[in-house]
C-alpha cells in the first residue's frame, strides 16, 4: 500500500522548503523529495537579495527569528556610471521598506533545520520521481517508495519532472532570450559598501556581497562571441576594475565560475488538475532586479494560504485562483527585470547611440522625478503590487 500525505512537494528549494514550513505551521501533513542529497542542497550558491515583501512572508508566519535573524538591512544601491557613482536611496523612496541581504544557502539551511525540527518529513536522495493520476488520486513514485497525495506542489525548480508532467496541451510557455550574456563568479574578496551595479562602455558588471569575506561579481558578454569560461583569473580582474571604474578593486580567490543564462520564461497556468507548479518550476527571470528567489517565496506563501484553505476549511476558491493570483506578480517582475535590463546594458551599447540615449534617460529620471524613484524603490523592495 502506497503511503498517504495530504501535500506531496516536489524539491527542497526555497519553494518548497517555504511552502513545507508554512504548512507545517498550519497542521497540513506534507512528504517533501529531494533528488538531491542534503550537503547539496545546503551547499547552493546562488541569491543573496531576500526583498521587503520575502522578509514579511516569514514574519507573517512567526518564523522571522528562525530564518532572518541576523541578516543585514540594504540602505544605497550604487549606480555606478563610467565610475561616476550615483546612489540610490530605496527605502527613503519606499516607506522605510527595503530588502536584506540573507545568502540563499543560508535561508535554505535555516528552512530546512526548521522544518525537521518540528518533525517534518524530507526525503533526500529521492531519484525518478514521477507523477501520476493527477487529476484523481495523484500518485508520486520515487526509487524507494510511492505515495498517495490529495495535492502534488511542484518546486523542483526549471529542470524539472512536474512542469514536464503536465500534458502540453494544456500549457502555454513564453522564453524571452535577452540576447546577452553573464559571466558570474564567487570570490574570496571584501564586499562593496553597497549593492554595486556598473554601466560601462566596456560592458555591464556588478558586485554584490556575499559574507564578510566574500563577493559575488556579474560581468556582460558577447555569448556566440567569446566564451569567458575560458578567461585567465587576471582577466577577469582586469575587466572587473576596468568595467567598475576602479583601478584598486582588491582581487582574490575565484572560488566558483558560472554562466548565467539571460533568459525568461513562464509557464501558464501555473496549475493542472491537483498539480501547482511554484518558484522556477513555473518561471525563471533574469538575476537582474533579484526577483528569483524572491516570487519562488511569494509563490510558496500563496499556495500554502490556498491549500490550507482548501483542506481544512473545505473552500478552494484561492486554489482555483491560485495561478492567476501568482502570475500577476510575474508578469510584473518579468517586466521590471528586462526595464532593468535595458537600462543598465544598452547605457553602454557602443554600437547604438540611440539606445545609449534612451538607456541614460531612463536612468536620470529615477534621479530627476521623486514618482519614478518611488516605483523603483518599490519594485526593489517587492512592495509595488502591495
Ligand atoms: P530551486 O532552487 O532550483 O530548487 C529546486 C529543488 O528541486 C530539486 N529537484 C528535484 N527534486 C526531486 N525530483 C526531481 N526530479 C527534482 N528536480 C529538481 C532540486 O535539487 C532543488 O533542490 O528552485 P526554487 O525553489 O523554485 O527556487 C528558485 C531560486 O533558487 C532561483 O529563482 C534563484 O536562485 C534565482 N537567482 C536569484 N534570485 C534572486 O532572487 N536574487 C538573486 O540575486 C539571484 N541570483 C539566481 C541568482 C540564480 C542563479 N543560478 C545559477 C540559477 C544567481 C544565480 C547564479
Known sequence: MPEMTEVAIIGA??????????????????????????????????????????????????????VIAGAFREKFLELRYEGEPHFFDGPSHAGGRAGVIVPQQLLVRRLLATFLDGGGDLRFGAEDVALHDLTTTPRVTYAGGELTAGYVAGCDGFHGVSRTSIPASSLTTYTFDHGIGWYTVLADAPPPRHALMAVSRHGFAAQFARGPQASRFYLEYRPGAEDPREWPDDYTWEQLRLRLGDPALPGGTITDKEI?????????????????????????????????????????????????????????TALRSYSD????????????????????????AQDDPFRRRLARARFDRLWANPKAAEWFADMMAGTALL
Open 13 to 66: 528549494g526555497p519553494a518548497g522548503l517555504t511552502l513545507a514550513n508554512l504548512l507545517q505551521r498550519n497542521g497540513i501533513r506534507c512528504v517533501v523529495l529531494e533528488a538531491r542529497d542534503r550537503s547539496h542542497v545546503e551547499e547552493r550558491q546562488r541569491a543573496g537579495v531576500l526583498d521587503h515583501y520575502g522578509s514579511e512572508i516569514f514574519a507573517r508566519a512567526g518564523l522571522a527569528d528562525a
Open 260 to 316: 548565467v543564462e539571460m533568459r525568461s520564461f513562464v509557464a501558464e497556468p501555473m496549475a493542472y488538475a491537483k498539480l501547482f507548479l511554484a518558484g522556477d518550476a513555473a518561471h525563471i527571470i533574469t538575476p537582474m532586479g533579484a526577483k528569483g528567489m524572491n516570487l519562488a517565496l511569494a509563490d510558496a506563501e500563496v499556495l500554502a494560504r490556498a491549500l490550507t484553505g482548501a483542506l481544512r476549511g473545505a473552500d478552494d
Open 325 to 348: 493570483t501568482c502570475l500577476r506578480r510575474t508578469w510584473d517582475y518579468q517586466e521590471f527585470s528586462r526595464w532593468f535590463t535595458e537600462m543598465v546594458h544598452d547605457a553602454g
